[in-house]
């Protein structure tokens, strides 16, 4: 029986449930945070008013790597219009994501939750996984993983949270 009951904690906790975990989706309002960040104090809050892109990432993570050229694209691309990434690193290590970032330089805001608390509020089960939140901090988007394929398509959704094309 303590085999099993320490199975279904280890099951639990691999797949991201928690008590307090919540899949956000289409339409949901998203819970604010506050994390430590790359050019210091980050509060989702802070950024209302805007469309964000908020990425949950680690280091390890190879297809985070593919994605962050794309998420620098969209920053510059579209941070006139009033669009902001945020990326939160969940490595247990702050200093490996530094490093990352040395070799994969981010031009938009980067927050460190080494704890893992910010994901399993927000319910992420892989990396990465992100969220296409508009101006009212309304879930618009859940996109898990990233493929070059993905880019169009995200490109496409993040116009029309927007207002155009």
């Known amino acids: 029986m303590k085999t099993f009951r320490t199975l279904a904690i280890g099951c639990a906790l691999f797949f991201g449930l928690s008590a307090s975990g919540h899949a956000f989706e289409k339409g949901d309002k998203i819970a ?11 509060k989702l809050s802070d950024m209302a008013g805007s469309v964000i892109y ?10 985070c790597r593919q994605s ?13 219009k009033g669009f902001q990434v945020l990326a939160v690193n969940l490595d247990t290590k702050t200093d490996d994501a530094i490093k990352f ?25 892989g990396m990465p996984t992100s969220f296409l939140i508009d101006r009212n901090g309304k879930v618009l988007l859940q996109h898990a993983g990233f ?3 993905d880019e169009e398509e995200l490109e496409r959704q993040i116009q029309a949270a927007l207002g155009g094309k």
Do not use: E, H, I
């Open 101 to 125: 970032l040395a070799q994969v330089p981010a031009n938009f805001t980067v927050a460190f939750d080494p704890k893992g608390q910010t994901p399993r509020v927000y319910g992420v089960k």
């Open 32 to 42: 604010d945070f506050t994390l430590p960040g790359k050019a210091g104090t980050v």
């Open 147 to 149: 493929r070059p394929a």
């Open 68 to 80: 962050f050229p794309w998420m620098n694209q969209m920053q510059a691309k579209y941070k006139a």
């Open 54 to 63: 908020l990425d949950f990432w680690a280091s390890w993570c190879g297809p």
